[in-house]
DNA sequence: GAGTTTGAAACT
DNA sequence: CAGTTTCAAACTC
């Protein structure tokens, strides 16, 4: 058994079963063939900005699954979400309705897997695998639905030289899990972006569709997906010794580390929100370089994990231990209620992703700056086209209105967000 | 950079 | 479905 080589592809049991699932597998394999760009017609799909593309889905799965972005249907999911500035361009982008997208090559299929160092956009992260031949979701690559790019891989066969190849992989691996290509993490049924939107204060409900299953790392590190995904622990999880919750003073102790002044930091905060990274299918945070010491950025600890399933009872950091009386539900210490929205079936609600990092207090100081802000931006365009100057000084107003006391007394986290996001927009246009 | 640890994916 | 093995990323030194 010549170890590398060692797993055939396809694997014989594949070969075996694919006589009689080739139709089978040819069907899933049409949804799949991310090289023609043809898309299913999936047009009642809501283009969600909030959501990051999904997967290709197994004709059960679109079934039973809210339907991804258009895109999706040819780029996998995003491993990351893309927090850097999202230029006006990008978000209109965003709006546009459902469209099919068509990838003008494969190479195009790679999803921008952002990696932000200092705010830089990095190019698509690279494998290093060895043994998998890059079709198996061990591969980052294939299970993100991208071609290795300039990996490191040995006996790549995730490529266009070897499509054949790699359409038997996707079909394998389909065929074990329908959801194999689809986002880990996702907005829940009920979190749709649409809950987000009609709350208006910004609820998002996020969790692992499968759960992590951690058993050393208490979840707090990048070994756990949700840990990676910057979302809480859920109901969906089987860990141990769960220490990613709200209210863990482990996990708390993570970010509150070193990333006070990091300007980077809170841009690319600021971004997520922007982008609605949070409950995106990709990860919401970068994920930042590997060999990182301490786990740095917990960008939001984004997810509040609100106490109770629907059961009324909580697991979180419970699936953890001593079984302790789920059934008595459990005070839960944590459970900061303070947005804490009872959310019904859903218990995640969405949180700022700058909650921890802006403090109420600093919210005035936020309103001056783009108070001030947005008065050049109208300085600066008083002599351009009157709707410009308009735009500017709505913004202004608009903000001059929320900075009443009233509303700073009444401020929601997420104020946080809409500020940077507005001095984000005008200083974006002071540029221009 | 090498070696170890970890947990998801794959396999039995 | 549970247990085991394989794998590659995360992490440590």
Same mark, same amino acid.
């Given at each position: 058994?010549?170890?590398?080589?060692?797993?055939?592809?396809?694997?014989?049991?594949?070969?075996?079963?694919? #006589?009689?699932?080739?139709?089978?597998?040819?069907?899933?394999?049409?949804?799949? @063939?991310?090289?023609?760009?043809?898309?299913?017609?999936?047009?009642?799909?809501?283009?969600?900005?909030?959501?990051?593309?999904?997967?290709?889905?197994?004709?059960?799965?679109?079934?039973?699954?809210?339907?991804?972005?258009?895109?999706?249907?040819?780029?996998?999911?995003?491993?990351?979400?893309?927090?850097?500035?999202?230029?006006?361009?990008?978000?209109?982008?965003?709006?546009?309705?459902?469209?099919?997208?068509?990838?003008?090559?494969?190479?195009?299929?790679?999803?921008?897997?952002?990696?932000?160092?200092?705010?830089?956009?990095?190019?698509?992260?690279?494998?290093?695998?060895?043994?998998?031949?890059?079709?198996?979701?061990?591969?980052?690559?294939?299970?993100?639905?991208?071609?290795?790019?300039?990996?490191?891989?040995?006996?790549?066969?995730?490529?266009?030289?070897?499509?054949?190849?790699?359409?038997?992989?996707?079909?394998?691996?389909?065929?074990?899990?329908?959801?194999?290509?689809?986002?880990?993490?996702?907005?829940?049924?009920?979190?749709?972006?649409?809950?987000?939107?009609?709350?208006?204060?910004?609820?998002?409900?996020?969790?692992?569709?499968?759960?992590?299953?951690?058993?050393?790392?208490?979840?707090?590190?990048?070994?756990?997906?949700?840990?990676?995904?910057?979302?809480?622990?859920? #109901?969906?999880?089987?860990?141990?010794?769960?220490?990613?919750?709200?209210?863990?003073?482990?996990?708390?102790? +993570?970010?509150?580390? @070193?990333?006070?002044?990091?300007?980077?930091?809170?841009?690319?905060?600021?971004?997520?929100?922007?982008?609605?990274?949070?409950?995106?299918?990709?990860?919401?945070?970068?994920?930042?370089?590997?060999?990182?010491?301490?786990?740095? +950025?917990?960008?939001?600890?984004?997810?509040?994990?609100?106490?109770?399933?629907?059961?009324?009872?909580?697991?979180?950091?419970?699936?953890?231990?001593?079984?302790?009386?789920?059934?008595?539900?459990?005070?839960?210490?944590?459970?900061?209620?303070?947005?804490?929205?009872?959310?019904?079936?859903?218990?995640?609600?969405?949180? %700022? +992703?700058?909650?921890?990092?802006?403090?109420?207090?600093?919210?005035?100081?936020?309103?001056?700056?783009?108070?001030?802000? %947005?008065?050049?931006?109208?300085?600066?365009?008083?002599?351009?086209?009157?709707?410009?100057?308009?735009?500017?000084? @709505?913004?202004?107003?608009?903000?001059?209105?929320?900075?009443?006391?009233?509303?700073?007394?009444?401020?929601?986290?997420?104020?946080?967000?809409?500020? +940077?996001?507005?001095?984000?927009?005008?200083?974006?246009?002071?540029?221009?």
């Amino acid at each position: 058994m010549g170890e590398s080589e060692g797993s055939e592809f396809p694997p014989k049991k594949q070969q075996q079963q694919s #006589e009689n699932a080739y139709f089978q597998t040819k069907k899933l394999a049409r949804q799949l @063939d991310f090289t023609q760009g043809v898309l299913p017609d999936h047009t009642q799909s809501q283009p969600s900005p909030l959501q990051k593309p999904p997967l290709l889905v197994s004709p059960a799965a679109a079934q039973s699954q809210p339907q991804p972005h258009p895109q999706s249907q040819l780029q996998l999911q995003p491993q990351v979400a893309e927090i850097q500035v999202v230029p006006q361009q990008q978000t209109q982008q965003q709006q546009q309705p459902a469209r099919a997208v068509k990838p003008e090559s494969p190479k195009s299929i790679p999803i921008p897997n952002t990696e932000l160092k200092d705010g830089t956009p990095k190019k698509q992260r690279q494998c290093n695998c060895k043994h998998s031949r890059c079709l198996k979701l061990y591969c980052e690559c294939f299970a993100s639905g991208t071609y290795c790019d300039g990996c490191n891989c040995v006996n790549c066969y995730n490529n266009v030289e070897n499509e054949a190849a790699r359409r038997e992989a996707v079909e394998a691996t389909l065929e074990r899990n329908p959801n194999a290509f689809r986002p880990k993490i996702a907005s829940s049924p009920h979190g749709t972006r649409d809950s987000r939107e009609e709350t208006g204060d910004g609820l998002v409900f996020v969790k692992h569709n499968k759960g992590c299953h951690c058993k050393k790392s208490g979840c707090l590190k990048k070994y756990c997906e949700c840990f990676q995904a910057n979302i809480l622990c859920s #109901e969906n999880c089987k860990c141990m010794d769960c220490k990613n919750f709200e209210g863990s003073e482990e996990r708390q102790a +993570l970010f509150h580390g @070193d990333h006070g002044n990091n300007m980077a930091y809170i841009q690319q905060a600021a971004n997520a929100a922007i982008t609605g990274a949070i409950g995106s299918s990709g990860y919401a945070s970068p994920p930042v370089s590997r060999k990182r010491k301490g786990q740095e +950025l917990f960008f939001g600890h984004t997810v509040k994990d609100q106490s109770f399933d629907r059961l009324g009872h909580f697991q979180q950091g419970s699936h953890t231990r001593p079984p302790a009386p789920s059934s008595s539900l459990p005070s839960n210490p944590i459970a900061r209620a303070g947005n804490a929205i009872t959310l019904g079936p859903s218990k995640i609600t969405y949180r %700022s +992703l700058l909650a921890d990092i802006i403090q109420p207090q600093d919210l005035k100081e936020l309103c001056s700056v783009l108070v001030v802000l %947005s008065g050049e931006a109208a300085k600066t365009f008083s002599d351009q086209r009157n709707s410009m100057e308009k735009r500017v000084e @709505d913004q202004r107003e608009t903000l001059l209105a929320s900075s009443t006391q009233e509303r700073l007394q009444s401020h929601k986290e997420s104020d946080a967000d809409k500020l +940077l996001l507005m001095i984000v927009l005008v200083q974006t246009m002071l540029i221009k």
